[in-house]
């Protein structure tokens, strides 16, 4: 198999995981401004014919991924970028997304916005900073990263444009890191009209949904189905959590259980903070967790790491998958069970 026909058959094969991952096997009707079909189409060629296959790709199979809002920005990696990564593939959706702004922005556009300016991507509204212009020159960089193909495709309510590489950088191959850091009274190319409270809700919700898509589609659906039906209630109650750590169980019964309950029982395996697996196994055994769930403590139980063998033991059930996901926000890890359901039920509202 040729290099070329190999870099497209993963790409094929990425777009398939999106897809699970986007739960866009359900239907959803088309935006009435959406571009028209053959749109994908020619964007498509564009791409492919200055050197970014990958996208392009990705952009004919999977156009929901990029086209998700009536407008929109991507920022188009190389596929020699592409081809020196090594990350998984719900990484590489993360990676896509931090690509695309729910803006059109063509590239005089972004000339003449202010230095330093800052504008949310669709991966959990994090932001991309304009971090160098010189319009004489038509230099334009954003995240330290040269535009190198300056409005590739224009058309509708789209923009797009090729780069020399990605915006992110990746700690230990697992969690995406913004070069820039973009603060909160630096402008942004859009503004919402609700106020402040209600946009940091609505990014913090935003946050929550994509772990739960990715616990879906990294084989813990019960547990992403019954996080999501409680979301609305976490929210409420923990309106500062800005970070979690997740101890994810694999099959579990929910259907039956009492909401009041399930309530408890998720929020029961939600520690208020990040701890990645290394940060967990450095602390002694019997330390205590608090979690969501009032007056409900986890424990640590067991912890052995060292050169021959990892194991670390949270109220006598197994980490058996530490750090599926990382991010700014949340740790994930997967555990071989279920807390003790009786610990949960004895606790009182």
């Known amino acids: ?207 929550w949904v994509t772990v739960v898509r990715f616990l879906s589609s990294a084989g813990f659906t019960p547990f992403a189905i019954s996080l999501y039906s409680v979301l609305d209630g976490i929210l409420k109650d923990h309106p500062d959590l800005n970070s979690a750590t997740i101890f994810a169980p694999p099959i579990i019964g929910m259907v039956e259980m009492p909401s009041s309950l399930r309530h408890k029982f998720v929020r029961s395996h939600i520690v208020p903070k990040r701890h990645s697996f290394k940060h967990l196994a450095s602390m002694r055994e019997r330390a205590s967790l608090t979690t969501l769930c009032p007056g409900k403590e986890i424990q640590i139980t067991e912890s052995v790491v060292n050169l021959f063998d990892e194991l670390l033991v949270i109220n006598r059930v197994e980490i058996t998958s530490p750090d599926l996901l990382m991010s700014k926000s949340f740790v994930v890890h997967g555990i071989a069970r279920p807390f003790a359901m009786e610990e949960v039920s004895s606790i009182s509202k």
């Open 1 to 207: 198999m040729s290099k070329a026909v190999f870099f497209i058959a993963a790409t094929i094969l990425l777009a398939v995981v999106i897809a699970a991952t986007l739960g866009s096997h359900h239907h959803h009707p088309r935006h009435p401004k959406d571009p028209p079909l053959d749109f994908t189409s020619n964007a498509s060629q564009l791409l492919r014919s200055n050197g970014f296959t990958f996208i392009a790709t990705l952009l004919h199979i999977s156009p929901d991924l990029f086209l998700s809002t009536p407008h929109s920005t991507i920022f188009a990696i190389p596929d020699s970028a592409i081809s020196n990564l090594s990350i998984p593939p719900y990484m590489t959706i993360q990676l896509v997304t931090y690509h695309i702004s729910p803006s059109k922005l063509t590239i005089q556009d972004l000339f003449q916005k202010p230095l330093n300016t800052c504008f949310s991507t669709m991966f959990q509204q994090q932001k991309i900073s304009i971090t160098k212009k010189d319009e004489k020159r038509r230099v334009l960089e954003i995240n330290n990263v040269l535009i190198t193909h300056p409005d590739i495709f224009v058309q509708g309510p789209v923009s797009i444009h090729g780069v020399g590489g990605p915006f992110a950088s990746f700690k230990f191959h697992q969690e995406i890191t913004e070069l820039p850091i973009c603060n909160t009274n630096q402008s942004e190319l859009s503004h919402s009209t609700v106020g402040g409270g209600e946009v940091d809700r609505i990014k913090k919700k935003a946050e």
